[in-house]
Nanobody, 115 residues
Framework: QVQLEESGGGLVQPGGSLRLSCAAS????????MGWYRQAPGKERELVAN???????NYAESVKGRFTISRDNAANTVYLQMNSLKPDDTAVYYC?????????WGKGTLVTVSP
């Protein structure tokens, strides 16, 4: 079975930092692209960042220079380090894994950036 579990969301002040974690099933972690998406109320789900098995990264323009995606292959875990957070970063953040078989999603973790 496929399993993706996000953690690390919460309430943070503007300018603060959070680190999100996603623990994945080895069967999909080792064979596909891992990514983070987010969805704010009333908006479409959008790509935040992703990372290939080879370590190549891709970021949305809105988070470049502030967010960093990384992966720990031994732990089957992908991380999203978020710095200099803004109110516009408020959203539910979803872990994603995709390979030639399918596209898999975690349940999401809420990030709220507010004074």
């Amino acid at each position: 079975q496929v399993q993706l579990e996000e953690s690390g969301g919460g309430l943070v002040q503007p300018g603060g930092s959070l680190r999100l974690s996603c623990a994945a099933s080895a069967s999909i972690f080792n064979n596909g692209v891992m990514g983070w998406y987010r969805q704010a109320p009333g908006k479409e789900r959008e790509l935040v960042a992703n990372i290939t098995t080879g370590g190549t990264t891709n970021y949305a323009e809105s988070v470049k220079g502030r967010f960093t995606i990384s992966r720990d292959n031994a732990a089957n875990t992908v991380y999203l380090q978020m710095n200099s957070l803004k109110p516009d970063d408020t959203a539910v953040y979803y872990c994603n894994a995709r390979n030639y078989i399918g596209n898999y999603w975690g349940k999401g973790t809420l990030v709220t950036v507010s004074p």
